[in-house]
């Protein structure tokens, strides 16, 4: 019999990376990239110089990749979601009745 030579991935389990930027921070720099060739169209169809429709798109390009790779940096792959779940969790729980607390001895 032969002996077959497979090779290790080592990449499992290990989150989508490309160039620095993380998981889901990927497809956000994809859309925001998308959305200013959408801009760019729409103000070279509306007659916008070819010098200030480059110029805008260029700046917010350059602010969209800072911003997203800050976001990337500062949160990682699952950071933004887990602050925005974190919001929304309330800080006290108020109850006016003991019934919630009566409900579970009855049903023992």
């Known amino acids: ?5 497979y090779s290790i991935n080592k990449g499992i389990n290990r989150p989508i ?7 889901q921070y990927i497809w956000y720099l994809g859309g925001g990239l998308l959305a200013l060739l959408i801009l760019f169209a729409i103000l070279y169809i509306c007659g916008v110089n ?18 997203v ?3 990337s940096r500062q949160y990682g792959e699952h950071g933004m979601m887990k602050t925005l779940a974190r919001r929304s969790v309330p800080l006290v729980i108020k109850s006016y009745s003991r019934k919630s607390f009566t409900q579970l001895w009855k049903n023992k």
């Open 50 to 67: 070819t010098f200030i429709c480059l110029l805008i798109i260029v700046a917010a390009g350059t602010a969209l990749f800072m911003h």
């Open 1 to 5: 019999m032969s002996t077959s030579v």
């Open 69 to 71: 790779y800050k976001l």
């Open 17 to 23: 990376e490309f160039k620095g930027l993380k998981a």
